[in-house]
């Protein structure tokens, strides 16, 4: 069975919340709360107030999951 994938957005990381949590805030000034994806846990991507992230959001309107830390170079 295929995995349904929801919206991936582009946000920057507001807050760091207990739990591997984080407050982020899209381009369009809304925050919402996200969480790190499993595979950035285990690979320990660190992610840091200030950073871009690509967030995929729930489709229900819950909490977003980051999935990838954007490098600036």
């Given at each position: ?47 840091l107030v200030g950073d871009t992230v690509d967030v995929m959001l729930d489709k229900y309107g819950g909490k ?10």
């Amino acid at each position: 069975m295929a995995k349904i994938e929801g919206e991936i957005e582009r946000a920057v990381v507001v807050e760091a919340l207990p739990n591997s949590m984080f407050r982020v805030r899209f381009d369009d000034g809304e925050e919402e709360i996200a969480y790190l994806s499993g595979k950035m846990k285990i690979h320990r991507i660190r992610v840091l107030v200030g950073d871009t992230v690509d967030v995929m959001l729930d489709k229900y309107g819950g909490k977003g999951r980051i999935v990838k830390r954007i490098v600036k170079q």
